[in-house]
């Protein structure tokens, strides 16, 4: 089967979509649910609703897609409400709500709404859109990030793990597992696209979408060895109890299998999910199913961050 446990809760399937993807609203939020995927994460909540950035924003390639979307989102309180009444429609399901501030005061802001909602399941923290002019990741920031996780700590004592962007240099995963080692997060979730790549159209010389010049955050095929690398670089320096979410290429269940051998304990689709709908979820599970069965592993932790050195 390809059952995980994260967070404390169980899901019949390591898989869901990636936040930003199918989660926008909430018929895009019910058709994952009523996808093969475990669960959904929202669209990031921001503390008053957003149009985002100007059209076009997401771009297709051949390899993956870029895209600079500015957060648009429906506001917290619309995905808290999604949820809140979602669980009580699907007893024992345990669904996740990112949410994304812009300074710490906001952050808190949006947990103290999360507190006094009755939601009881997984708060997912974005420290990573890559996509907002003038503001920067905040992921690529120690200090900051340190600064939030102990303030969040202090007051939040419910499941949160953390989206972060890609890291890049080995003193980089030293010094954010470091961090993140201090703190009872539940989960890293990597990777976040990789921010401000640029693609182009060599006919028209031109940018392939509107904002910020056409630079955006790069998903796909492209980004796939960046995120084992750090899914794996993360597994390697966290403690045992805070688990790994691997996002970034995932295509196939082949893609699917590397990212568990690598650490992850659940995995999120984004770039294949927006190109392919809901109904992905049917065949990488059949794929990884498949793998699977082929090299006689019965439960995905036969062979869970088993990755082999020469
Ligand atoms: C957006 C993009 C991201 O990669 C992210 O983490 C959050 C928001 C966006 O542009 O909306």
Redesign the pocket.
Known sequence: STATTLAGSNFDNCMMNA??VYCMDSDELLAVENSKAATFVTK?GTLQPRK?NPEPRYFETEFGSI??????NNGVDYYLDFVSQDQINHPGKTYFLSI?GFNLAEDLELLQKVTDSDFAGVVEL?L????VPGKPQTGYDFETVDAILKAVFDVYHKPLGV?LPPYFDIIHFDQMAEILNKYPLSYVNSI??IGNGLYINDDTETVVIKPKQGFG?IGGEYVKPTALANVHAFYQRLNKDIQIIGTGGIQTGKDIFEHILCGASMVQVGTALMVEGPVIFERLTAELEAIMAEKGYSSIEDFRGKLNYL
């Open positions: 936040s930003g990031s985002g895209n600079s979307m500015g957060l648009p994304t974005n990573s859109c890559p996509n989206k976040n696209s955050g």
